[in-house]
């Protein structure tokens, strides 16, 4: 909607109706009838599924996803929709993408990168435990923001939610068959954790399957936009309250014996309970589960502040830390070809102290050394 509002304006057209649907279900038919019944051409722009489309009687004048004018499948990006409503409206198409984007990355003096887990995300510092403990582990992983694990090579499914889990369990016993027992640890984010987590851990006990589960707690769910879930115990209606349930205390109501909670930014301690955990795992032929605690950066709380530099003379260029750390504040100079801190994203975290294999990255101490 706010795409063609902008587009209408751009082009001048007053003239042009628009209609937003704000419920597609129950969809308000007669207005939306009656909107139709009034226009000669109606261009109908939704994303992703017909939904609409198919609930209008009469769809002779409409323009839409279900009759081919509109590409049945991808995304209505700016793109998509400014082609679809010039030729709707038999204008011609001013816009070059690809010149607008190349426009932007020079006034910004920035470099385009694939989409990353925030700077400071607790998340970078887990995956970074995980494949620092088990460099040739399998990790089946879910959907969240941690699904940017990926970018750490610590994420190597995502299907549905819940299908980390039941994933692991498949993982488990396909190597039983070939008798090899390659290290699986799966994440799922806390969210996701009560929303499809809990059928495949009770499923992984019962049927004794030995896989670890780290549980990405960063109390909230993040990617869809920061609501709460059971283990905040907050609930989205301001001032009215749930009841917490921990996640601790629901994992071990599935029947796992073996929790351990970390704290996020702590690498070390991280790879330590990843380790205790698997052999826990395979001794015992069960789950076994580490929670990886920290709060998300966007829920804005403050948290102490470790300046840091890569120290120009110790930097190799080996890119380690841009493969393994992926953090939007750790940038490779193609001219010098070492890493260096983009003070503009670093968040000062501190965790980058802990990965660089030569010891580059440090802390600035107060006299800024
Ligand atoms: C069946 C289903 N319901 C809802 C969603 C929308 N959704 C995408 S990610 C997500 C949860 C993410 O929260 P969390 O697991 O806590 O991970 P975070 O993003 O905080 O890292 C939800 C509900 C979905 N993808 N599938």
């Not at 704000?22 to 109908?44: K, M, Q, S």
């Not at 369990?169 to 984010?189: C, E, M, N």
């Amino acid at each position: 909607f706010a795409v063609v509002m902008d587009l209408l304006t751009k082009l001048g057209r007053k003239d042009i109706s628009v209609l937003k649907i704000g419920t597609p279900h129950p969809l308000p038919l007669d207005l939306v009838n009656d909107f139709i019944a009034r226009h000669e051409n109606v261009l109908l722009l939704e994303e992703t599924y017909p939904v609409i489309e198919l609930q209008i009687t009469d769809r002779r004048n409409v323009k839409g996803r279900w009759n081919g004018y509109v590409p049945r499948a991808g995304e209505l990006t700016p793109e998509v929709v400014e082609e679809l409503v010039c030729k709707a409206l038999g204008e011609t198409c001013t816009r070059d993408a690809d010149e607008d984007l190349k426009k932007a990355i020079e006034e910004l003096k920035i470099t385009p990168k694939p989409p990353m887990l925030c700077p400071g995300c607790p998340h970078r510092a887990s995956f970074f435990a995980i494949r620092k403990a088990f460099p040739d582990g399998i990790y089946p992983s879910d959907i969240g923001c941690y699904t940017l694990g990926v970018n750490q090579k610590t994420v190597d499914t995502s299907i549905c939610m819940g299908a980390s889990v039941t994933q692991s369990s498949g993982f488990y016993l396909a190597h039983k068959v070939d008798g090899q027992l390659r290290p699986i640890v799966a994440t799922i984010g806390d969210s996701t954790f009560f929303h499809m987590g809990l059928p495949g851990l009770v499923n992984g006990v019962y049927n004794k399957h030995a896989f670890v589960l780290a549980i990405l707690d960063n109390q909230v769910t993040a990617m869809t936009g920061g609501q709460p879930h059971p283990g905040t115990g907050q609930k989205l209606r301001k001032g009215d309250s749930g009841r917490i349930v921990p996640i601790e205390r629901a994992v071990k109501g599935c029947g796992v014996e073996f929790v351990k909670r970390v704290e996020a930014y702590d690498i070390d301690e991280g790879v330590k309970a990843l380790k205790e955990a698997w052999e826990y795992a395979k001794d015992h032929r069960e789950p076994a589960v580490v929670i990886f605690g920290h709060p998300c950066m966007l829920l804005r709380q403050e948290q102490p502040k470790v300046p840091v530099r890569v120290e120009e003379e110790t930097c190799v260029g080996c890119k380690f830390c841009i493969n393994f750390f992926n953090c939007p504040g750790l940038v490779f100079d193609e001219s010098s070809k070492k890493a260096y801190i983009d003070e503009r994203f670093c968040v000062k975290c501190g965790v980058c102290v802990n990965v660089c294999p030569h010891g580059a990255i440090q802390v600035i101490s107060e006299e800024g050394k």
